[in-house]
């Protein structure tokens, strides 16, 4: 999905190798989301002390518009406020107007336009959400929710 969905005419750096060793670093969370046994999306982030990275998210062609993308990513800034983070990252496509969008509908904002990000071919665009004032006390814990449909 990485690949074709992501990665497309860049070649493919997410092989099995790289995102089972993120999975398995406790300091990232992998996020799935079914369509009965149908994978239709998942979704990579990393934990730093202060920050979380959203590495990966993609939804599968035949299950866009349904909200699965916005429910992942719900659910991973709810799960990066729960961890303390102040801010989560992501960098996208410049020409990727529907994740720039999506990103926009949840509270992130431009920080910057890197050209030649990707291989040296496409730009790309760096958004944060701040999810609270980096010295501001961190949260009481709660359980990350999750819409199963």
């Given at each position: 999905?990485?690949?074709?969905?992501?990665?497309?005419?860049?070649?493919?750096?997410?092989r099995?190798e790289?995102?089972?060793?993120?999975i398995?670093d406790?300091e990232?969370?992998?996020l799935v989301?079914?369509?009965?046994s149908?994978?239709?999306?998942?979704?990579?982030?990393?934990?730093?002390?202060?920050?979380?990275?959203?590495?990966?998210?993609?939804?599968g062609?035949?299950?866009?518009?349904?909200?699965i993308a916005?429910a992942?990513?719900?659910w991973?800034l709810?799960?990066?406020?729960?961890a303390g983070?102040?801010?989560v990252?992501?960098?996208?496509?410049?020409?990727?107007?529907?994740?720039f969008?999506?990103?926009?509908?949840a509270?992130?904002?431009?920080?910057l336009?890197?050209?030649?990000?990707?291989?040296?071919?496409?730009?790309a665009?760096r958004?944060?959400?701040?999810l609270?004032?980096p010295?501001?006390?961190?949260?009481?814990?709660?359980?990350?929710?999750?819409?199963?449909?």
């Open positions: 999905m990485s690949r074709d969905l992501i990665e497309s005419g860049l070649g493919w750096e997410y099995d790289r995102v089972a060793k993120m398995a406790p990232t969370v992998a989301a079914r369509d009965v149908l994978i239709a999306g998942f979704a990579i982030m990393t934990f730093g002390d202060d920050r979380a990275h959203l590495v990966l998210l993609a939804v062609q035949s299950h866009h518009r349904q909200g916005r992942m990513l719900d991973l709810e799960s990066a406020r729960t983070a102040a801010s990252h992501v960098e996208l496509r410049a020409a990727n107007a529907a994740a969008a999506l990103y926009r509908s509270g992130f904002e431009q920080t336009r890197v050209s030649g990000y990707y291989r040296g071919r496409e730009s665009v958004m944060l959400r701040l609270r004032a010295d501001a006390a961190l949260p009481v814990w709660q359980p990350p929710t999750f819409d199963r449909r």
